[in-house]
């Protein structure tokens, strides 16, 4: 028997401005902090650009000298995480 596919509650979509918002913060304060740590490709909370989006997180990785988002996805139990070292 094939499953169906998890939906999100539309109430929880993020819409255009939503995903702009999340990039623009990822690229001014995130990805500096992901260079110190040498990293490469991940899952990241959304938390660090409000709490309104403590539930989504991000799958990122590495591009050329930057990085770039790949995949938006909704979990109820996700946790932030503090970059800072």
Do not use: H
């Not at 995903?19 to 938390?47: V, Y």
């Amino acid at each position: 028997m094939i499953e169906k596919e998890e939906q999100v509650d539309p109430l929880y979509e993020l819409d255009d401005d939503d995903r702009d918002l999340i990039r623009d913060i990822f690229i001014e304060e995130i990805i500096p902090k992901l260079r110190k740590l040498d990293a490469r490709l991940g899952n990241l909370n959304c938390d660090f650009a409000g709490e309104q989006y403590r539930n989504w997180n991000i799958v990122f990785r590495s591009s050329g000298t930057g990085f770039e988002i790949v995949d938006f996805e909704y979990d109820e139990d996700s946790d932030g995480m503090d970059l800072d070292l």
